[in-house]
């Protein structure tokens, strides 16, 4: 591993990799001092949308200049974070909203009145049916 | 790798062990599952960033193999977690 990479490349590769740390930095501490849990809900996407794209493009610009051909395959994680990631988010904000609307907390209501029931409650009704 | 490239992936690494340590706290404080959910989330997005940093580091193609496996297993985890949170069970 003797291949020396140009000292301008090297500067682009630190600096992607600090503004990807200090974004996962910010996601970090919004996570932690939001009070209410949907307004928690959107710091992390911080960590998983700007701060995988400067990680995955400093990743493929360093493997890039260090091997001939470009080096496109960290890329492959931002498809798949992209493909994930809404799946868990709206997954997680249905069973936030589902539990709150069992434990009747302030939870918006169901939109339609033949929406569907979710939850936990609703879940024991149907098995019981 | 010279010392600027070096000390930026330190100090890097430092944030983001940083920035998962606030994600414990609220892991660990988190009034409701789903917070402690959303944190095991966040978790695992830092803990996959992690790998492709030390990727950068030692100039090695296997730490970003073990980022996608993270990756997967991580929404897989997720997923199963907030069905379990949802309904109450995971396969009705």
Redesign the interface.
């Known amino acids: 591993m003797n291949v020396a990479v140009p000292l301008w490349i090297q500067g682009v590769v630190a600096l992607l990799l600090l503004g990807g740390g200090v974004l996962a930095l910010t996601g970090a501490i919004g996570l932690l001092r939001y009070g209410d849990f949907f307004r928690r809900m959107h710091p992390p996407a911080l960590a998983t949308t700007l701060s995988a794209a400067c990680v995955t493009l400093a990743s493929s610009i360093h493997f890039s200049a260090l091997e001939q051909p470009f080096a496109l395959y960290p890329l492959l994680i931002n498809a798949l974070l992209a493909i994930t990631t809404p799946v868990t988010t709206v997954l997680l904000a249905r069973a936030a909203l589902a539990r709150g609307r069992d434990a009747s907390a302030d939870v918006p209501p169901p939109l339609a009145a033949n929406e569907p029931p979710s939850g936990r409650r609703a879940a024991v009704a149907s098995r019981q049916r | ?2 010392a ?2 070096a ?3 330190v ?6 062990s ?6 414990v ?2 892991l660990l404080r988190g009034p ?4 402690r ?3 095991l ?2 978790l695992y ?2 803990a ?2 992690i790998m ?2 030390l ?2 580091r030692f ?1 090695s ?1 296997m730490y ?1 193999v073990a ?2 496996l993270i ?2 297993f991580g ?1 897989v985890g ?2 199963a977690l ?2 379990f ?5 995971l396969i ?1």
């Open positions: 790798m010279s600027l490239l000390a930026a992936i100090v890097t690494l430092g944030l983001y940083l920035a998962m340590t606030l994600a706290v609220r409701q599952a789903q917070d959910v959303l944190a989330d966040f997005i830092n996959m960033l492709l940093v990727g950068i100039s193609g970003f980022a996608l990756a997967l929404f997720s997923a907030a069905k949170l949802l309904r109450g069970e009705e």
